[in-house]
């Protein structure tokens, strides 16, 4: 299978946790980081307009953060619309220490099936988006990263009752689930809090989410 994996950070971002994903970061995929310190607003100049519009020294919460979260969904969409013949398409945070080695076998057991386009970790509240698999040969998965990039390009995110990535991805993945009839992969366990930490993924990476960028692990996962 033919796979790449997406990420972004910037270079204070890096020196404070990021550095542990490219120093620990060990499975047999492409690696694709956008950093936005260097050629990210060239590459997509869709993110620098929308961040210059709507920038807000200090929201409210993260829960309406619209500019902060915006550089991975256009990270993650804008490899999607550009990568052709491969498999799958991650997206994984910055802010993640990987541990064992991820294998075709892990994919297809878990991740990649070939009747959904996105394979995620569902919650009561929303989605966690700190990890996305997407299948890169399904019918609909370029609408779907078009359809996100139009909630951004067109401000429609500040219609919805929160503003951050997640709630976004819920909404999108919602609408075509209804308008279309497409099927997707929830490996959550329908749980609130660190639901990354208590899936298969955890037995291969983790995610420092949080407070636990600090000491580099989450006292939530057990297998590792």
Known sequence: MKIKVVSTWNKKLFKSYAHRF???????????????????FERIPELKKFVTRN????????????????????????????TKDYDGLMFIDADTVFHKKMDEKFIKKYLHKDDCMITYLNRPTYTECGFLYFNMRHYFVKQFAAEMRKMYDDDLV??????????IFDVVRKKME?????KNNDIGDGRLGHVQARSVLGKLFDHTKGARKEKGRSKENKHI
């Open 22 to 40: 490219q120093k620990t970061y060990n499975w047999p995929f492409e690696l694709e980081i956008y950093n936005e310190d260097d050629d990210m």
């Open 55 to 82: 920038h807000i020294d200090i929201p409210m919460s993260f829960l309406y953060d619209a500019c902060r979260f915006a550089y991975k969904v256009y990270a993650y969409t804008q490899s999607i619309l550009e």
């Open 158 to 167: 500040f219609k919805e009752e929160q503003q951050h990535d997640s709630w």
């Open 178 to 182: 209804k308008e279309y009839g497409i």
